[in-house]
Every structure is written in C-alpha cells, then in structure tokens.
C-alpha cells in the first residue's frame, strides 16, 4: 500500500445518517454536484433513498511525524434505472491539508452490474461533465494489492454501487478505505504525503 512508514492514519466508516445529511446539505448545493445529477437523470437515472443500501461513507485523517495534518471525507449514493440492470453513482471526495483543500465529483455507471467495467464521468472548472479515467481506475488498481481475497472480491461483490463498496470493505478491511483515499489525490505534494499516488 502506499503509505511513508511516518504517517499514520485513522479511519471512520461514517453512519447513512451523516452522508445522507451531507447529500441534502452541503453536495445538494454544489453547482458541479448537481450537473452530475442532471447527467444522471438524463441517462434515466433515479437516486436510491435510505434504507435501500444507497449510502457510502468514510473519513481519514492522517498525521505525520513532523506534525503535519489531514483529513479526507468520501460520500458516494447509489442511483437506479427503472427496467436496467445498470448500477450508477454520484460521488464526492474532498481532502484537505492545511491551507489546502480539493473536492473531486464524479460518476460511476457499471454496465448490467459489471463493476469491472465501469464508466467515470467528471466536472469540469466549469461543471461540465466530461468522461473520466481516474478515480475508479485507481481505485480498483490499488485495491487488487490489498490481496487475493480483495482481489477476488472486485469481481464477485456484486448489488448497488454502495453496497459492492461495503462489500469490498468487508472483504478488504482497512486496505480498501486507504485505497479511497489514495484515488481521491490527485498526487499533488500537499496530499501526496497522506495518501499516496494511485493515478498514473
């Protein structure tokens, strides 16, 4: 895993009451949050409401040796097409290092279930949505050296998006949630030291 042996990390699987909290509030109100949504929508997309496996959540924070700090927050909800064997997402992830901060919104729509397969789409600085290659190909990249069982478990967890993320956090522990947050830098310097670089 990408970690300096300096750094230690401290993780929270965080409550569907908090991320769902977090959607109504905060990512509601994202001019980028909601052109992804529209993008769904578009597509004949429906947000999945609580109770239904719909929510992902976690947090980090990290501190190192020399006292520097950060923390990391990732909220993801599950989307459904009536008639489809489609599973979407609406993510955002935002990491924060001193006077630092970035947040990366993004989509995930695997084909019939295929989570292998999955499509990305991102804003743009202008919240245009545009295709993307980055958060879950790195993501998935860095989990299959979380070991065999997690390795295998990218293929055979299956369900909503949410649910194949718990699945794979059941199956992966710790190793997995790291791998999150190692997507979400974009390997800039100021997170780079937290998480690690998992983009190419």
Not at 142 to 164: E, F, I, Q
């Amino acid at each position: 895993m990408p970690r300096q042996p300096f750094v230690t990390a401290e993780t929270t699987k965080v409550d569907e009451a908090t991320v769902v909290r977090r959607h109504l509030g905060r990512h509601a109100k994202d001019p980028g949050v909601q052109a992804l949504a529209k993008d769904l929508d578009k597509q004949g997309f429906k947000p999945l409401k609580a109770g239904n496996k719909a929510f992902f959540g976690a947090e980090q924070t990290y501190k190192s040796s020399e006292g520097k700090t950060a923390s990391f927050s990732i909220d993801i909800q599950s989307y459904r097409k009536a008639g489809s064997k489609d599973e979407a997402a609406l993510g955002v992830a935002t990491f924060t290092s001193g006077k630092d901060t970035e947040t990366y919104r993004f989509t995930l729509v695997a084909p019939s279930g295929n989570f292998d397969k999955a499509r990305e789409r991102k804003v743009d600085p202008r919240n245009a949505v545009r295709d993307a290659k980055s958060w879950w190909t790195a993501f998935r990249d860095c989990s299959k050296r979380c070991g065999t069982p997690c390795a295998a478990a990218l293929v055979s967890c299956t369900g909503t998006w949410t649910a194949y993320l718990w699945c794979l956090v059941a199956t992966c522990g710790g190793c997995v949630l790291r791998c999150v947050a190692c997507a979400s830098c974009n390997c800039s310097v100021w997170c780079r030291w937290a998480a690690g670089c998992c983009r190419r």
